[in-house]
């Protein structure tokens, strides 16, 4: 079953009852306006069960205890935005498997060839998705790309992600004027900031689930980053985000803003298409195909991990 995303970016009051969200919105409630008839249809329940990311996006949203306590038990990721509305904080369960002991040593045990080995492979599918994104959205000559993917060494000795990355968004945004990947830079950045977010939780809660840590990376070793191995494992699926924004920037301009209707789009993120082992699924359940294969190489049961390869 495909888990929802909700997004609240107005006052709400979000509380739990019989293992069931309980949506109150105190603007209706307090207005005098509003009969109570309507006041008391206007509560809204959720299965929490069918949850799978939260969005927070207002400053006034009470949410119990007892609520994320049970977001957590399900394995629901928890997002929480600054005054920007960019997401600036995420909560995750501690515990997701139950097996969890076992895989945190498979994980943390891993050797650096493997590690290195399992990088050569998120950035082969990396650069190979890119080439596809940029094919499609802008008819660009790509075959350099994939001499580049095909190219990568163990651990990606020769940086190719950086050069391939340097020719994608030369080409992508090309239309842009003064466009550069950063992420204090000029429009469209800051929706791929926000997609990118979603993105980073729909992984790190897939490797939650799948009993690891997203802490500790493969390649990623910030010291201040507490989701390092998230970070590594969405890199193949980030041109799905850089494609629904190029998107988004065809329909509305280059100057698109971050309004509550694109970020309902960029919000769909957990539910692209993509096809991951000969399949059509959506984003969040290939993720999790993902992240099980990136267990099964840490426990030694097989060598290659299962990423999507994008149709351009």
């Known amino acids: 079953m495909i888990k929802k ?39 809204i329940t959720k299965p929490i069960e069918d949850i799978g990311v939260i969005v927070l996006d207002n400053k006034q949203i ?32 501690l515990y997701g498997n139950s097996t969890q002991n076992e895989r945190f040593r498979h994980q943390i045990e891993a050797s650096l060839p493997l590690k290195k080995q399992l990088w050569q492979q998120t950035i082969r599918a990396k650069i190979e998705n890119q080439a596809s994104v940029l094919h499609g959205c802008t008819g660009e000559v790509v075959k350099c790309m994939y001499v580049w993917a095909g190219e990568v060494k163990s651990g990606d000795s020769d940086n190719l992600e950086a ?12 239309h842009i004027d003064g466009f550069t990947r950063d992420r204090e830079g000029v429009s469209p ?3 791929l900031n926000y997609g990118y977010a979603i993105l980073r939780a729909v ?27 998230a970070d590594d494992i969405m890199e193949p699926y980030r041109p799905y985000v850089d494609e629904l924004v190029f998107q988004l920037v065809q329909e509305f301009g280059c100057d698109v803003e971050l309004t509550k ?52």
Not at 63 to 89: H, K, M, W, Y
Not at 163 to 174: D, G, I, Q, T, V
Request: glycine letters at 6%.
């Open 261 to 312: 209707d694109i970020k309902a789009r960029l919000l769909t993120i957990p539910t692209v298409e993509v096809k991951i082992g000969g399949k059509r699924s959506p984003l969040m359940v290939a993720v999790a195909q993902t992240t099980a294969s990136l267990y099964k190489c840490f426990s030694g049961e097989i060598r290659r991990m299962i990423y999507p390869e994008h149709n351009g």
């Open 62 to 93: 009470t949410i119990t205890s007892g609520l994320l306590e049970s977001l957590l038990e399900n394995n629901c990721a928890v997002i929480t935005c600054d005054s920007r509305s960019l997401p600036v904080g995420l909560m995750l369960p």
């Open 189 to 191: 950045n800051h929706l």
């Open 5 to 43: 995303t909700l997004y609240f970016g107005n006052p709400a009051y979000l509380s739990l009852k019989q293992n069931q969200l309980v949506i109150q919105l105190p603007e209706i409630e307090c207005s005098d306006a509003v009969p109570d008839s309507f006041k008391k249809q206007h509560k």
């Open 203 to 229: 992984v790190a809660r897939g490797l939650v689930t799948s009993g690891m840590l997203p802490t500790f990376g493969i390649h990623h070793h910030n010291r201040y980053n507490a989701y390092c191995l």
């Open 163 to 174: 050069r391939a990355a340097a020719y994608y968004w030369k080409n992508l945004f090309a």
